[in-house]
Each structure stands twice: as C-alpha cells, then as structure tokens.
C-alpha cells in the first residue's frame, strides 16, 4: 500500500497519456484525473511524506496540514469543473498544458522545501504560457512572450533569494521568512518579489491583465484560478503579518477598480478584477491574525470558483460571437439568457451578495480589518467591493446582454458541456453561499465569525442597492470606448522599445564614429611611419591648403597636387596593419610591465 | 410586458428594497445589541451613504484618469 499519494502527479503523468486516447475515451479519462486527484485528497492525513535527502538537504514533497489541504482541494474541485469546461476543445496540447499546468500548482501546494517550491514554480510559468500560445493569434503571441519574460524575471528573484537563504541559514525547508529592515534580510526581499510578481501585485501586475485576456477562450479559465491563488499560499505561508502586505493589498483592491472602469475588453476587465480581489487576500495575509489568515483562504477557495464562472460567462460570449469589445456587444439576453443567468451568480458571489460565496469569505478578512483596528483599511476595502460590485456584477452584465434594444449579432447558447460546467460552479458558489460551514471547517484556523450577524447582512445590502442607483445614473458614462488603457507594462513595451532604438541608432552611431577616428587615426601612423617625409608634407599641404584657399584662390592648385601626391601613397590593406598595431599595444604592454617590475619589484605588493 | 413597465416594476422594487434595508438598520442599531467597530458606524445608513458617493468617486476619479492620461487609441503599440 502507498503511504501517500502525490496529488500533483496525478495530473502530470496522467497528461502524459491524454494525447494517446481519443474521442468518448479521452473524455471520459480527463474528467476521472480530477475525481482520483479528490478521492486522494479526502483519504488524506496531515504529516509530511515523500521526504527525500539530497547531500545536505531534504527534499519534501508532501507537506500536508489544513493550510495546504484547502488549497489543493479548491485547485482540484475547480479543476473538474474547468476540464468539462475545455470538454469540446479537439488540441490535445491545450488539455496537456492545463493539466501540467494543475499539477504545478499542486506541487507548489505541497512543496515544503523551496527547491521543490522553485521546480512546480517554473512548471506553472511554461505550462500556463502554452495556454497564452494556443490562441494562435499574433497579439497572443506577443502578450505570452512578455508573460513569461516577466515570470522567467520573477523566477530568478526567487531563485536568487532562495540561494541567498540557503546561504545563511543553511536549511531548504519552507517556513516563515524572517522580516525586518536592512541587508540581513535581503534573501526574504527577493524571495517576496518572486512572490509578488506572481500575486500581480502592483507595480508587477500588468503581466496579468496583458496576458489573460489573449489566451484561449478555455485556457483563460485554467489561468485566473492557479498562477495567483498560488503565490497567495506561499505567501500565507512565508510572510504572514507582514506590514507591508496590507498597504500593497488595499492598493491592489483600488487598481483593479479604477482600471475596470477604464476597460472596453469584457476579459481585461474581469482580469483587472483578479488583481483587485487578490488585494483582499494579500491585505489578509498582511492583517496576519487568525481571522485574517482564515479570511484570506476562505477568499481565495472562493474566488477560484466564481472568478473562474465569469470567465467561463465572458468565454462563452467570445466564444458564441467571436467579439470581446464592449463597444461591439449588447442585447444578447434574447439569444443567450441562460449565459447570463449563470454570469450573475458569478457577479453576485464576486460582488459579496449575501447568500453566495464571495459573502462568506470576503466579510472577513474586512472584519478582520476592523478586529485589528484598521480604519483606513476597513473603508478601502469596502470601496473596492462597490467598485466590484459596479463593474463585474452591473457594468458588463449591462453592457454584454442588454444596452441595446436589438441583439449587436446573432448567437446562441454555448455547447452542454460548457453550460453544464457553468452550472456546477454556479451551485458551488451558492451552496457555500448558503451553508457557509461546509468551507469554515477546511480553514486552517478554528472560525469563531457568524457572518450572517444582522449588521453585517444589512450594511452589505445598503452597500449593493445604493451602488445600483448610482450606477443607473451615471450608466451614460460607463458604456465602453474604443480605447486601450496604459498600466505598467507601457515600461516595457513602449519604454523598451525606445531603449533598444537608442541602443540601435545613436548609441551605435556613436560606437562606429569612434571606431573610424580611431581606424583613421591608425591609418595615419601608419602612413607616416612607412614614409616620414612625404606623410608630412601631404600634412602640411591639406593643411595650408584648406586655411588659405579662402584669402587666396590659387591655393586650388595646390590642392589637385594633393590628390596627385595621395595617389602616389598607395595605401596598404587594413588587415596587415591591424597585426601590426596589435604587436606594437602587445609591445608597449610588456613595455610598461616591465617599467613598473623595475620600479616597483611586483606588480601589486 | 414593455420593457418600460417592467424597468418601473423593477425601480419599485430597488426602492423597496432600499427602504426596508435602512429600517432594518435603524432597527439593529438602536433596539438590538450593537458594537460598531468605527466611530461612522454609529450613523444611520453610514452604509447607503458610503455606497452612493463611494460608486460616484470610482467612476469620476476613473474617468477622469483616463481622459487626460490613461486611455490612447488601440493602434497605441503597434
């Protein structure tokens, strides 16, 4: 009997057999890797297994406690719902990618030594790219090359913290990271932003929102949940109650929404929306009490499911009428209300509505806020959720299937599959809506938080019903334009651009002046050694020639001398005198050493 | 039903809705045990009110972000 069973490789040896099966076979074989991944989770007991020493370390596979236990079982629940998802896609590529992809993501999970943190780590990074590549499309190729540029980035500052702390202390294992100012803590700094990039937090973010929107239409849905949900547990994991955490996660809660306001793109928007409701987590992470901490796993096992039914709402869309633009969707609800219904259990979970999941779990890492006394914090964050709740839960809805009296273009409901995965997220998010307990009993800390208290109910509804006013009022200003928003990525893509023309045209002009004063100037000793007498007097006529032609025009004479006497002065090919000048700078080197040996006795004393 | 009365059913319903939710609040706060966390908590409809001005500042501050520095034409990187 097995002692333990690595979820994770589950799904990446079981991708190696997808490509071999087909058709009804192949089907049915993908939706029975995620069954087994969860039947492997539930028979699971905390401890550590699949330890193995390497040299002077130890490598663990298998570190399992409840903190690691709610993330796989979110990442495989969700993974079952996704595959039905991509059921229809005929690539085999894809479907692989996405379970390497998973597999990663787990490894992660479980990873209790950062070596093998940093091996599911770089997994992640390529797999998720092929999701980016298989859109086939010119700016999908350009925006995936510039993901994984900035996660091949945010790898090596890993690594590099990672070897920076096995440095000093000596030890792989994967606990708390020591925090505080100055250079003893330069490992945890690198490691953080290894961290932070994947977690999309601001100014890191813009991979995300650059990327997600060009992946494939199945791909995109595989995207939102792993990559950040992630970095949110090694965080949890690495830097609880960290400072600096809460101010970096309440931003992120605010960039997302301004952004979100600002999109045409119906993805970039909910992408935009990822990097604000990960603020919410990376805020709990930093609040850093149990509350928090219970908070911010609660949210991330909830955000997977809905964030991963609005993307699965916004693909079928795309998917059904081949547009993206807010500017060239509307009145879809006659052809596609079944979509839309599924789309708003989404936007209402996402949104903190009472009685889906996003309620449950948003509120307390808020509450958590209050409990450590955070004003500034506590009212930011309930910004973020009318933000929320404005764009995701009105805006798009608005925008996608109603806004115009007749459908923009015909479509009709997406295929069984499709609807059906749509369907069982949807009653995910619902059934922890509304029984709440079933997910408080997998957090990682015993809950002592009611969130249906009276108070907490009616001040959510007040929040919600108000921003619809004020969204019905201002609607006129929130239609879509047909425009593209700058975020940080403009550094690298407009920015970089300049650099590399500097570095082509006037840098490089500059490098080849020089270079020809300098072959010029060679040139000259060359001619003036071989031949003193005619070198010089060549010198001396140019130079009276070009000063006194001015005052005296029979100078011009003399200058068709000077071509006559240039003539005569064949010069010699370039090569046979770049040898020479070599031998003589070779020469004059000794020369010198020899000088400084006589003087000095060594070279350095 | 045209598409008029029912977005006037639906308003009705919005208000209703509303109504009922600054009553309840009123109702918890002065006749239940309440423990406000802040010092805003204690006004009545602190939510509704944060909510509406909240809603209005994202959109404005946005907007105008936008217009004078973040948005450009698609065509912008190629």
């Known amino acids: ?605 | 039903m045209g598409r008029r009365i029912k977005q006037k059913y639906l308003f009705g319903i919005l208000y209703a809705c509303i109504a009922m939710s600054l009553i309840a609040g009123v109702h918890v706060q002065f006749f239940t045990h309440f423990h406000a966390d802040f010092v805003w908590q204690e006004i009545p409809g602190f939510s509704a009110i944060y909510g509406f001005f909240g809603c209005v500042a994202i959109i404005i501050i946005s907007k105008a972000l936008g217009h004078h520095w973040l948005q450009k034409e698609e065509d912008y990187y190629d």
């Open chain 1, 1 to 605: 009997m097995i002692e333990w069973l690595h979820p994770g490789l589950i799904y990446i040896f079981g991708a190696l057999l997808i490509p071999v099966l087909k058709g009804r076979w192949q089907k049915a074989y993908m939706l029975m890797l995620p069954i087994v991944a969860l039947i492997d989770l539930t028979f699971m007991t905390e401890g550590t297994y699949w330890s193995f020493p390497v040299s002077d370390y130890v490598l663990t596979f298998g570190r399992v406690d409840k903190l690691s236990l709610i993330f796989a079982f979110v990442f495989v629940i969700a993974s079952f719902c996704m595959t039905l998802y991509a059921l229809h896609v005929k690539e085999n590529g894809q479907h692989v990618a996405a379970f390497l992809y998973i597999g990663g993501a787990l490894g992660v999970v479980f990873a209790g030594d950062l070596f093998s943190l940093y091996i599911f780590w770089e997994i992640m990074a390529w797999a998720s790219l092929c999701l980016i590549w298989y859109r086939k499309t010119k700016a999908s190729s350009e925006a995936g090359f510039r993901y994984i540029m900035v996660h091949l980035f945010g790898g090596i500052c890993l690594l590099a913290g990672i070897i920076l702390y096995v440095q000093s202390t000596g030890s792989i294992a994967f606990n708390v990271f020591d925090w505080g100012l100055g250079w003893g803590y330069v490992a945890s700094y690198f490691i953080l932003i290894g961290f932070l990039i994947n977690a999309a937090v601001p100014p890191l973010h813009a991979w995300l929102a650059d990327a997600y929107p060009e992946a494939t239409i199945t791909g995109a849905v595989f995207l939102t949940a792993f990559t950040t949900k992630s970095a949110v547990y090694v965080l949890i994991r690495g830097f609880p109650n960290v400072e600096l955490l809460i101010w970096l996660g309440v931003i992120m809660a605010l960039y997302g929404v301004v952004f979100a306001v600002l999109e045409n793109d119906i993805r970039r928007l909910l992408a935009y929306h990822i990097i604000s409701q990960v603020g919410y987590m990376v805020a709990g992470v930093g609040i850093g009490t149990a509350m928090a901490i219970n908070g911010a796993s609660a949210h991330a096992f909830c955000h997977i499911l809905y964030k991963a039914l609005l993307f699965m709402g916004a693909g079928a869309v795309i998917e059904m009428t081949g547009r993206s633009k807010f500017t060239e969707l509307g009145g879809l609800y006659k052809y596609m209300p079944l979509t839309f219904w599924l789309y708003m259990i989404g936007a209402f979970s996402i949104s903190g509505v009472p009685l889906f999941n996003g309620f449950v779990s948003k509120t307390m890492i808020v509450e958590s806020a209050a409990g450590s006394h955070l004003p500034l914090v506590w009212l930011m964050l309930e910004c973020a959720s009318i933000g929320t709740f404005l764009h995701t839960g009105l805006k798009v809805p608005y925008l996608t299937w109603f806004s115009r009296k007749e459908p923009v273009v015909e479509a009709k409901e997406p295929p069984t599959n499709m609807l059906a995965a749509m369907g069982i997220t949807a009653f995910l998010c619902v059934f922890i809506g509304v029984y709440p307990q079933a997910l408080y009993r997998l957090l990682p800390y015993t809950v002592e938080y009611a969130p249906y208290a009276p108070a907490h109910v009616i001040g959510m509804s007040q929040l919600l019903l108000i921003t619809f006013v004020g969204f019905w009022a201002l609607r006129s200003k929130l239609h879509g334009t047909p425009t593209i928003t700058l975020d940080t990525d403009w550094f690298y893509r407009k920015a970089g651009k300049r650099f590399i023309w500097f570095c082509e045209k006037p840098l490089l002009k500059f490098a080849t002046d020089i270079d020809k004063v300098m072959k010029d100037l060679a040139n000259s000793f060359i001619r003036f050694s071989r031949n003193p007498m005619a070198a010089s007097m060549i010198l001396i006529t140019a130079t009276s020639t070009r000063l006194l032609t001015p005052f005296n025009p029979a100078y011009r004479q003399k200058g068709q001398e000077l071509v006559e006497a240039r003539k005569q002065a064949v010069e010699e090919p370039m090569e046979k005198m770049s040898i020479g000048m070599g031998v003589l700078l070779v020469l004059l080197f000794f020369a010198f050493y020899l000088l400084i040996y006589l003087t000095h006795g060594v070279l350095w004393a």
